[in-house]
């Protein structure tokens, strides 16, 4: 028998080894290019993280890009605009693609380039020279003039709000020709060119009247074109009434500056609106932005309408998947994970964290999954006791107030192996960056507690959900570890089919393959 003092077991030492360090230092995993690619086109919002500026986030993605084929590109800004809802990324693909993949450009600019701000963004990047180009040349010019041309009246006067470039600009650049002396007109307006008035849109002809004199019916236009106007209490009811559902979420504070909901009925009618489920999903809304919505109402917004957005919230969560078997869901709570979710940047810097978006999806799948087990954990491992009659956000609310130290993403399936637990699902909501965990063996801390953990549990699938853009991972994709990055519905559609055991950890990158473009 051999001398166990010279040949101990030492379980979880083969762990592989790690070929990265990530942005806090510590040992890590590289992603695959594709693999980083949709993490990064997932979760990034071209603005400075807490590890990372937003110049270094774009050179990053343009390398990735270049690294891979055009047709994955093409299906990741695809994926990333239609599943995981994003903005900036989506636009950025699409412009890299005009100068590196143009034969791809036409079918990916059709999907992706949807709205107006999409359409501002693509050519403000183009324009930018960042992906290669300070012109928009002549295929991209014929998609700018296409779109333009195709969209109706209601949807270009939406898209004339915003500016970096204005629609006008986008206009002046193009020179789209149109089809009939009523569009012309209306060209004409949007670059404040002489026109024939009589042949303007109804919408434009009754904004020109309000205009002139505020007497007149308050237009159904986006209320960005009358702010300018010395509006009153009952101008603002009634542009309250006609606001659409996007609009309504990010103007409550507005309404309630104006005096809206001191008018009766006006609280009842706008929190009927928000708890509305079919203009819920038409809004495409993702459960952080309304988290968002309810962290910035003030003190003037009704608490029906509060209510309101929570009813929402829960409606934007139906999609949370029940889990086979036991779940734990290990929450980082670390320092870094206080930082905007959508990164920083002057004006537009969201107060929705990490965390709460972290603990947004625990509280979620643990008010779907009743069995699930929550770890909230930095450098220890905070002890806790959910309310399950508490809504979802409540709960979140109460996760996200922990924590803030180091990042040790080891120590809580540590915690669990000590206790030997069984389990058949492990859920890591995090950044990803750790660096505070114990240097052993030639792998990082996770992935040897997991390899313990499996020791105990042969058949349990670890899912490692990333909600910032670095491309590196704690623990190494393989058939039983998933890594996905993202905050849409389109990560718990993934996860769900892992935990089924319906596909390895490659699928994230094979799903996004899988998009028709």
Sequence with gaps: MANKQLFPSRPGRLAPETDARNEAGGRAYALSPKAALAQYVATGCLNATFYADAATQLDTVLDLCAKVEPAFVAKTAVYARRRGQMKDMPALLTAWL????????????AKVIDNGRM????????????????????????LVQNWLNGRGDGQLLGASVGNAPSLADVLKMVHPKPATPERAAFYAWLIGKSHDAALLPEAVKALERFR????????????ELLTA?????????AIACQAPWQMTRMNLNTFARHEVFKVGGMAKRIA??????????????????LLGAYFMTGEGVPEVVRDALQDALEVALENVPELPGQVYVLLDVSGSMASPVTGHR??????????????????????KNPATEILPFDTQVHAHRLNRRDSVLTNARALAEFGGGGTNCGLPLATLNQREAAGDLVIYVSDNESWADPQRGRGTETMRQWELFRQRNPRARLVCIDIQPYGTAQAQTREDVLNVGGFSDAVFEVLARFAAGQFGGEHWVREIEAMEV
Excluded: M
């Design 229 to 237: 106007l010395p509006l009153q209490p009952q101008h603002w009811v």
């Design 98 to 109: 005009a100068q590196h993949g143009p034969d791809r450009l036409e079918p990916v600019f």
């Design 272 to 289: 009927e609106r928000l708890r509305d489920p079919a203009a819920i999903r038409r809004a495409r809304v993702l459960p952080y932005q």
């Design 212 to 223: 002139d004199d505020v007497a007149a019916p308050v237009p159904d236009v986006p209320f």
């Design 119 to 142: 359409l501002r963004n693509f050519v403000q990047i183009l324009r930018s020279g960042a992906v290669g180009r300070k012109s928009l040349g002549s295929r991209p010019k014929r």
């Design 346 to 367: 002057k004006g537009a810097t969201s107060k929705v964290r990490c965390v709460d978006v972290a603990a947004l999806v625990a509280a979620a799948l643990s008010a």
